[in-house]
């Protein structure tokens, strides 16, 4: 009995000299520091990559069992495998100051960019992660070094949740203006989303929301494939390009627990109008030095949009021009709509003929109802050298010496607006006198031709020549009285009827002296 237990325990320990011990090796491991992700998400998903080998049955020590367990120049990869993501990052170098190994104990991270598909199923997916590594093992007290290439699966869950999507954008607001945004996101998740609510912040001074900072509208329930539109009010900076600008918006809202989620930020471009714009075109005018004149032309909505309470606008920096009316009403105008403006223009007896420039513009209400103000739009117009208002022939215009006659002269309205109410006064110098001196016409256009008489004679001891006579006209025109410059007119003094012999006094006084001197010398003679 003895013996044979003698001859176990030898082929026990004979046995037990044939194992090797197991040499130390680096153990990996693989893990995601954050596995959850959103259909639709681009994001970074951090691989922190572990060493734990076993050490406890090797018979290394000190130096060897340091470098057989340290993995070195670690490598790692990560694939899309049969996980709804791609991949955008390429092969990783595990790196901790500056040296690539990964010694026993530690844990070093690496990102990849992936992308989850929209359209990804929620659930829990498995992405392989392949390293790669050096490490030593020693034989005999020599050193070889041999590369490894192990693949480890980590594990990816796709979220089963609401997920929110801008599938439009709008706004009203042009370059320099204000307006309403309006932002329609559809929840695009697998989950409803309760007590929602939808913050709009601004990118950039450019186009803001607000007052600049970030504004929040509630929208409440919130079912899976629904739209729901929120509206910020908007301002574009005037220096602004008619280009796309960002926005921001977040989704806060209450889970199936009741617990607030935040969304991702999602970006939203939206491109305002161009600026309210309006041309001016067909300017013709009627100005004359001393005149009330009219300024004629077309205004066209240029757009982008319409505008409402419309109205075109007249200014002038000079004295001596002077718009009669300022203002000229045209209401709602659509864009790429033309309207035509009338502005009667008076122009004083001082101003220069030449150009002159008049600025013209259009104050109108916006889609927000806020009164705006277009930039000017110049008109260059020309001031006619000043003209008589009238002019005065002479019909008849002779009169004989020592007598009074009925003389006519011819007036013409020389303006290019109607008069009325035109009182003609003549004046006259000795040796011409008037006894009759005003005459009325009631009306008369432009171009028209009319006759004024008066009544004037001359004194006997008028020579027989050119007399000038004076006259001037009071009238109405534009709602205005004027009175006119004076006009002289040439009236013809002749001699009286018969003037071809003696003068009929001389005659008779001669006749009379000779009578007297016959009687006288017939007394005598008695």
């Not at 090797?58 to 060897?64: L, P, R, V």
């Not at 240029?302 to 300022?326: F, I, Y």
Request: charged content about 20%; hydrophobic content about 35%; proline content about 5%.
């Amino acid at each position: 009995m003895k013996r044979a237990l003698l001859v176990c325990l030898l082929v026990g320990v004979v046995a037990a000299s044939g194992i090797a011990a197991a040499a130390p090796a680096p153990n990996l491991t693989a893990a995601l520091a954050d596995d959850t992700v959103s259909p639709g998400q681009e994001t970074d998903l951090t691989v922190v990559v572990s060493n734990a080998p076993d050490v406890s049955a090797s018979g290394y020590t000190g130096t060897e069992l340091s470098q057989a367990t340290t993995a070195r120049n670690v490598r790692v990869t990560m694939e899309d495998g049969s996980a709804p993501i791609d991949v955008k990052t390429g092969t990783q170098v595990l790196r901790a100051n500056g040296q690539s190994q990964l010694t026993e104990g530690a844990a070093l991270p690496t990102s990849f960019r992936v992308a989850v598909d929209r359209s990804a199923e929620p659930g829990t997916y498995t992405v392989p992660v392949e390293v790669t590594y050096i490490y030593s093992v020693y034989d005999g007290g020599v050193r070889d070094d041999k590369k490894v290439t192990q693949s480890l699966d980590v594990t990816l869950e796709v979220k089963d949740e609401p997920r929110f999507e801008v599938v439009d954008t709008s706004t009203n607001a042009s370059v320099g203006d204000t307006g309403t945004t309006r932002l329609t996101l559809q929840n695009v998740g697998s989950q409803p989303a309760d007590d929602a609510r939808v913050t709009v912040s601004p990118q950039g001074s450019q186009f803001v929301v607000g007052d600049g900072s970030p504004v929040t509208a509630y929208v409440g329930s919130w079912a899976v494939g629904q739209n729901r539109t929120v509206s910020v009010s908007s301002s574009v900076a005037a220096d602004a390009d008619a280009q796309n600008y960002t926005l921001d918006a977040q989704v806060t809202y209450a889970n199936e627990n009741g617990n607030t989620e935040r969304s991702d930020s999602l970006l939203a471009a939206v491109k305002p109008l161009p600026e309210q714009t309006f041309e001016l075109g067909d300017v013709s005018s009627t100005l004359r030095a001393g005149e009330e004149g009219t300024l004629n032309a077309t205004v066209t909505n240029t757009g982008p949009t319409a505008v409402s309470n419309a109205v075109v606008t007249l200014s002038s920096t000079s004295a001596n021009v002077v718009p009669g009316r300022n203002e000229y009403a045209v209401g709602s105008v659509a864009a790429g709509e033309s309207v035509s403006v009338s502005f009667p223009v008076d122009v004083t007896d001082s101003a220069e003929a030449g150009p002159r420039q008049l600025d013209l513009g259009v104050r109108y209400r916006n889609d927000a109802g806020d009164t705006r103000q277009s930039d000017d739009l110049p008109a260059t117009v020309d001031i006619a050298p000043e003209r008589d208002r009238f002019v005065v022939e002479p019909v008849d215009g002779t009169l004989a010496a020592g007598s009074g006659e009925t003389v006519t002269f011819r007036l013409t309205n020389n303006g290019d607006t109607a008069v009325t109410n035109v009182d003609a006064k003549v004046y006259a110098d000795a040796p011409i006198s008037a006894s009759d001196d005003q005459a009325f016409v009631s009306h008369l256009e432009a171009g028209e031709t009319t006759n004024v008489t008066f009544s004037l004679s001359a004194s006997g001891s008028a020579l027989e020549k050119t007399y000038p006579v004076s006259m001037d006209f009071q009238y109405d025109t534009g709602g205005e009285t004027k009175l006119s410059n004076y006009y002289q007119v040439p009236l013809s003094v002749t001699a009286p009827e018969g003037g071809s012999g003696p003068p009929i006094a001389l005659i008779g006084g001669v006749v009379l002296i000779v009578v007297v001197a016959g009687g006288y010398l017939y007394y005598r003679r008695q």
